[in-house]
């Protein structure tokens, strides 16, 4: 990758972790812990099925050029 | 590459995570950073799962092209999840895959496909430590085929602040692969492949009803990347992959139901950019859930990728000796469409079962943003999924 | 060369966390401060603290949708039972805000001490809970003993302990 998308990509993400944090900090949004119910339902889960986000990585993987984004350190195979 | 991380939609029981890039969480039921308290085990911020969840999944997979069916693979699997203790947790999962079928050597050529058979062993385990406000995690993976083998190792660590609404992740891994001499492969002697990855997230809790995940991967590889199935296939021995993926769970009160959407955007040092888009809607329906789904992905041609001759079916045409070059249709610039449904059926308090059905369609056309790669056949797939977890 | 500026933005994540962390710790009811009075309505009848002075009472914050909740019940009952009589009132709040959610899980759970609604939350906000499921123990002369988040096997008999001990000091 160019130097310089490397170091925008890191600008972007850099700008939208600030303002999470802003957003965090302004307080105005804090959710109280007895506030979390829908937050507590499976459907909320951004990994509520292992089995299955292991099974659909490995397809997209092995029949598409990009990958990544939701962990490191998996293991590759011999599919790509 | 295959990662440790999760996705998606679970059994109503919901299932503890532990994964990666898993948001932490309290293991005080109310607080949630990366939600699913509900039932069985959390992967708390400052405590194991309460409970251990067992699961175990089919997946049969099947791909074709007009005039020729490809690939067809069988695919059990299994998943123990187990805390020990209040501190510590246990993860693992394994896979056992039957693969056999047709792959063309070249583009979409059906009379250069070559025949093959393989299985493939895989297997991942990762260890976790629950501290106050951080969780800290290493993990291995390992995967052997009869041409392959794969080795990694992972650690990670989340930090969350005290209300537990925002968690930060930061992660790092090794792989090393092993690409071994087989029939029908150029593979003369063993080749290898070494990578590093990393990730940095963030997960904040916005609303009683949204969350959202800002991720970011970059992965670094030097060795052997070309497909030694394929006619003529050099890459470049270096491969540099960054990944932005953005994640958005909402709830809507009205209806019940909660949408998932997801956005990945990725380059790599092969000049492919590609872009992602996941939306899911997860509806309960009494006890039952149900989710169709729709998943968009375009990617633009990997610099080295060669067209077909145009109206033919002969092998690629590589002139004037370039450094490198690929017929592989996977690095053509494409767009893909996948539309899927997922039923999940809660039975009493421990256990679920879950069914999946997905069709999967490229074609060059359909790419967002570019031309497309002309000359390659509409390459389809289906693949299904059986599964059962059950909490103890 | 990218790395570097990865690395940045890591460490500028953390410092940030570290940062937000002070602001948003608040301190949940002090111990030792006098317990936050409530006037809820019961099952049948209003729960009101007030009306409970003199008595050594475990107050809980409960959820519908909180699964070490579904844990603590039969450990109340028994807390409730074994106790009861030496003077141990245990009153547990719920904090569902559909009430329809909070009769789901008490129809399929048997209760022998008092439960309590809060769906506006007023009172989990005023004790200032950390996390699900919050309970405290209240002494004789209504300050607050002790507080507890989460609810394990292993917590138990802590708990149960430090509710003896609130019972001999009365």
């Known amino acids: 990758m160019k130097p310089s998308n490397q170091s925008s990509l890191a600008r972007t993400f850099a700008t939208g972790l600030l303002l ?30 292992p089995l299955q986000a292991r099974f659909e990585q490995h397809v997209y993987f092995s029949k598409e050029n990009a990958s990544g984004g939701y962990g490191v350190g998996g293991g590759g195979c011999g599919c790509n | 590459m295959r990662s440790t991380h999760l996705e998606a939609d679970g059994p109503r029981f919901t299932l503890p995570r532990a994964s990666s890039a898993a948001p932490a969480r309290d293991g005080r039921v109310g607080a949630v950073v990366a939600a699913a308290l509900a039932l069985p085990g959390i992967a708390a911020a400052q405590n194991a799962p309460e409970s251990a969840v067992l699961g175990l999944k089919y997946l049969y997979y099947k791909d074709y092209q007009p005039g020729l069916d490809r690939i067809e693979v069988n695919s059990p699997s299994l998943y123990l999840l187990t805390p ?62 009869d041409d392959y083998e794969s080795r990694a190792l992972s650690a990670d660590l989340r930090l969350s602040t005290d209300d537990n609404n925002t968690t930060i992740t930061l992660g790092t891994g090794y792989t090393d692969d092993i690409i071994k ?23 904040q809790v916005l609303t009683r009803n949204d969350i959202v995940q800002v991720n970011l991967t970059h992965a670094r590889g030097r060795g052997f990347y070309s497909d030694p199935y394929k006619f003529l296939d050099r890459r470049p021995s270096e491969r540099d992959q960054t990944a932005l993926l953005l994640r958005w769970n909402r709830h809507f009160d009205s209806v019940g139901g909660t949408l998932r959407t997801s956005w990945r955007s990725y380059r790599d040092s092969f000049d492919v950019r590609a872009g992602t888009l996941g939306l899911e809607w997860a509806q309960p329906i009494r006890t039952v859930t149900v989710t169709p789904s729709v998943r968009l992905h375009t990617q633009s041609a990997a610099s080295f990728y060669v067209d077909p001759i145009p109206g033919t079916d002969v092998p690629p045409v590589v002139s004037l000796d370039p450094p490198f070059y690929s017929a592989d249709h996977r690095l053509s610039a494409f767009g893909a469409i996948t539309a899927g449904i997922k039923v999940v059926v809660p039975l009493g308090r421990s256990w679920a079962i879950d069914a999946k059905a997905d069709y999967y369609e490229q074609r060059g056309e359909w790419r967002v943003g570019g031309d497309g790669s002309p000359g390659l056949a509409p390459f389809k797939a289906q693949f299904y999924q059986v599964g059962l977890y059950y909490r103890f | 060369m990218f790395r570097f500026s990865l690395l940045r933005v890591a460490v500028a994540g953390a410092l940030m966390l570290a940062a937000l962390a002070p602001l ?147």
């Open chain 1, 20 to 49: 999470l944090a802003a957003g965090a900090l302004t307080g105005c949004a804090t959710v109280q812990p007895w506030e979390k119910g829908n937050l507590a339902k499976p459907e909320m889960a951004f990994d509520g099925d």
């Open chain 2, 84 to 145: 020990l203790g209040r501190s510590w947790s246990v993860e693992g999962s394994l896979v056992v895959d039957s693969l056999s079928g047709a792959t063309p050597r070249w583009h979409s050529s059906i009379s250069s496909a070559s025949r093959m058979e393989d299985h493939r062993t895989a297997g991942d385990l990762k260890i976790t430590r629950y501290f106050r406000r951080a969780v800290v995690g290493l993990g291995v993976a390992y995967s052997t085929e």
């Open chain 2, 181 to 203: 001499p087989n029939p029908g492969s150029s593979v003369a002697s063993d080749e290898a492949k070494r990578s590093n990855d990393f990730i940095v997230g963030l997960t």
């Open chain 3, 24 to 170: 948003t710790a608040s301190a949940q009811a002090a111990v030792g401060a006098a317990a936050p009075s409530f006037d809820l309505p019961g099952t049948s009848a209003p729960v009101r603290l007030a009306d409970l002075r003199g008595r050594v009472v475990l107050v809980d914050f409960w959820a519908s949708w909180c699964a070490p909740c579904k844990l603590s019940f039969p450990w109340m009952n028994e807390m409730q039972a074994k106790y009861g009589p030496k003077g141990l009132q245990v009153v547990a709040i719920n904090v569902d805000s559909k009430r329809a959610d909070a009769d789901r899980f008490l129809a399929t759970t048997p209760v022998q001490f008092a439960v309590a609604f809060d769906p506006a939350g007023n009172t989990p906000k005023a004790y200032a809970i950390k996390g699900m499921p919050s309970s405290f123990i209240v002494g004789t002369d209504g300050k607050v003993l002790y507080a507890h988040t989460g609810f394990r096997d292993a917590d138990k008999d802590d708990l149960e302990e430090k509710i003896r001990q609130a019972l001999l000091r009365r």
